[in-house]
């Protein structure tokens, strides 16, 4: 089972894009999820996070713009990013902890990336 990050592209500052983040094959639940990129010449950073009960934390860099959350029933997260900026630019990676369905945790399982990119 891999994590998969989904949603990104190619998008004008001030605009919207929603990573989606899911496992290859059917999991019994996903658990604490978090969001991380890597711009440039950078090195990955954490951008948010969501815990099993629900706690979030944001960066100061993206809180008021972005949200992160998770869906039980589809057993995936999302990352809905707002008023974009050129300085979000990167390949953005989601974390999670999750369960198979044979109820056997997994920790700190990363998905491949995808890009972002801000930019007029």
């Known amino acids: 089972v891999q994590l998969q990050a989904s949603g990104g592209g190619l998008v004008q500052p001030g605009g919207s894009l929603r990573l989606s983040c899911a496992a290859s094959e059917n999991i019994f639940s996903i658990n604490a999820v978090g969001w991380y990129r890597q711009a440039p010449w950078k090195q990955r950073e954490s951008v948010a996070s969501?815990?099993?009960?629900?706690?979030?934390y944001y960066s100061d860099s993206v809180k008021g713009r972005f949200t992160i959350s998770k869906d039980a029933s589809s057993k995936k997260a999302y990352l809905q990013m707002n008023n974009l900026k050129p300085e979000d630019t990167g390949v953005y990676y989601c974390n999670a902890d999750w369960t198979s369905l044979s109820y056997a945790r997994h920790f700190d399982s990363w998905g491949q990336g995808t890009l972002v990119t801000v930019s007029s």
């Open positions: 969501i815990g099993s009960s629900g706690n979030v």
